[in-house]
């Protein structure tokens, strides 16, 4: 499940229940709340057995945690049967309109399918699951990890919480051989010559290695 929420001309929000099998083949189903404006995970649940009132209180527990953060108009989800009247009414006593995509139609739910491959690849992909508290666990721990450090191409590297998890005191760490500052064999190459200890005030430093002048076999 997924939702997004409005933003000025996007006021949308959507929702998928993706499953999981345990190290002992339980299946454990994920329920969670992604924002399209921003992509931030706003909420994640997981049960072995979700049905319709489990997914609605669930519903409630989104709104409560939100609070006076709600800042969308529109939910978007798919058809699941889970997805009952009672469950849509929590929202539109809030005065959000329900969306049901199409049927057969998982494009209609891109950013919550997107999610759902993102998180199989960097996280459950890689970890056994024991049972649904150590679920929970690492859902919590990866969900905070998204949204506070993972950039995001569409958001322009930015992780979806909007600040530059690179601290701001930053400093760029240049290795070069040792020499002696006035051997004439020296030979730092001179781009190395203006550089600080520190990247200047105000300034993002690179990752990227810079590209250095080859110094040419001829001895002056």
């Known amino acids: 499940m997924a939702r997004l929420p409005a933003s000025p001309g996007v006021g949308h929000a959507r929702l998928r229940l993706p499953h999981r099998r345990t190290a002992f083949l339980q299946r454990i189903y994920v329920l969670f709340f992604i924002s399209l404006a921003t992509r931030r995970i706003e909420y ?125 005191n930053a400093m760029l760490t240049h290795v070069a051989a040792t020499s002696s500052a006035d051997s004439s064999t020296n030979t730092k190459p001179p781009e190395f010559a203006n550089l600080r200890a520190g990247a200047p005030s105000g300034s993002r430093a690179s990752c990227r290695a810079p590209k250095l002048a080859v110094p040419s076999n001829s001895m002056g």
């Not at 969308?72 to 009247?85: A, E, G, M, P, Y």
């Not at 950013?111 to 960097?122: D, I, Q, S």
């Not at 993972?150 to 979806?160: D, E, K």
């Open 44 to 168: 994640v649940a997981c049960s072995s057995n979700p049905d319709g009132g489990w997914v609605t209180q669930q519903a409630r527990n989104l709104l409560m945690q939100l609070d006076d953060e709600q800042t969308f108009r529109f939910l978007i989800h798919d058809r699941d049967t889970k997805f009952s009247h009672a469950f849509d009414e929590v929202f539109r006593t809030e005065g959000i309109k329900v969306i049901r995509t199409p049927v057969q139609a998982p494009n209609a739910n891109a950013y919550a399918e997107r999610w759902v491959r993102t998180l199989r690849a960097e996280c459950l992909d890689r970890i056994l699951i024991v049972g649904r508290r150590h679920l929970e666990h690492v859902l919590r721990v990866y969900r905070r990890h998204y949204n506070e450090h993972r950039p995001h191409r569409a958001l322009q590297l930015l992780p979806p919480s909007g600040r530059d998890p690179t601290p701001p």
